[in-house]
């Protein structure tokens, strides 16, 4: 069985082992693994996945909707998150599953409430590509996107924290969708 790299610098084709975890402090440890031996999982562990739905126009026109006037929020439960290249297991309640590329932010300290003043970088540990996987179908009957956007493996995420992102609004993500069908 090859190792699981919870963590991890990546360095071309080579993993170094870290102890501890980015959000709460890290040290390089001494073991290095080549990736293709190394079983990736998400390099996040959050207590809650928060998501701003509709806030992209041409989404959310191609879905038949408008641009809310406020963030729309939902959840994604922990339950659903994977690792960037395990399976995404369809659901048999959905007859129309789809991905969505999105950019998830990774937050190193607890941000609550802040003040017109206060930056909000400064709670920002850095960013990760996340796969929204939706039951579409689901999603369009329900009032609440839970069930549609909470299935176990309808969150693959990774396969790296980026700390140096210094703009997000030209970010481009790449979501490599492999159908075993």
Same mark, same amino acid.
């Given at each position: 069985? =090859?190792?699981?790299?919870?963590?991890?610098?990546?360095?071309?084709?080579?993993?170094?082992?870290? +102890?501890? +975890?980015?959000?709460? /402090?890290?040290? $390089?440890? +001494?073991?290095?693994?080549?990736?293709?031996?190394?079983?990736?999982?998400?390099?996040?562990? $959050?207590?809650?996945?928060?998501? &701003?739905?509709?806030?992209?126009?041409?989404?959310?026109?191609?879905? /038949?909707?408008?641009? $809310?006037?406020?963030?729309?929020?939902?959840?994604? =439960?922990?339950?659903?998150?994977?690792?960037?290249?395990?399976?995404?297991?369809?659901?048999?309640?959905?007859?129309?599953?789809?991905?969505?590329?999105?950019?998830?932010? &990774?937050?190193?300290?607890?941000?609550?409430?802040?003040?017109?003043?206060?930056?909000?970088?400064?709670?920002? %540990?850095?960013?990760?590509?996340?796969?929204?996987?939706?039951?579409?179908?689901?999603?369009?009957?329900?009032?609440?996107?839970?069930?549609?956007?909470?299935?176990?493996?309808?969150?693959?995420?990774?396969?790296?924290?980026?700390?140096? %992102?210094?703009?997000?609004?030209?970010?481009?993500?790449?979501?490599?969708?492999?159908?075993?069908?």
């Amino acid at each position: 069985m =090859p190792p699981v790299c919870l963590c991890g610098t990546e360095s071309w084709n080579r993993i170094k082992e870290i +102890t501890g +975890t980015p959000w709460n /402090g890290w040290q $390089p440890a +001494t073991d290095t693994w080549a990736i293709k031996d190394c079983q990736l999982v998400a390099p996040v562990d $959050p207590s809650k996945i928060v998501c &701003v739905g509709r806030n992209y126009a041409a989404h959310a026109a191609e879905m /038949g909707n408008q641009v $809310p006037a406020g963030p729309l929020i939902f959840f994604k =439960p922990p339950s659903s998150i994977v690792g960037p290249h395990a399976s995404i297991v369809l659901t048999k309640y959905s007859k129309k599953v789809e991905h969505e590329g999105e950019l998830g932010v &990774v937050m190193a300290k607890k941000c609550s409430q802040l003040s017109d003043a206060a930056d909000p970088f400064y709670y920002v %540990l850095g960013y990760t590509c996340v796969n929204d996987v939706s039951a579409r179908d689901i999603q369009k009957s329900d009032v609440q996107f839970a069930r549609a956007k909470g299935f176990e493996t309808f969150c693959p995420i990774g396969p790296h924290i980026e700390t140096q %992102l210094e703009r997000t609004d030209n970010a481009r993500l790449s979501i490599v969708v492999v159908s075993s069908a």
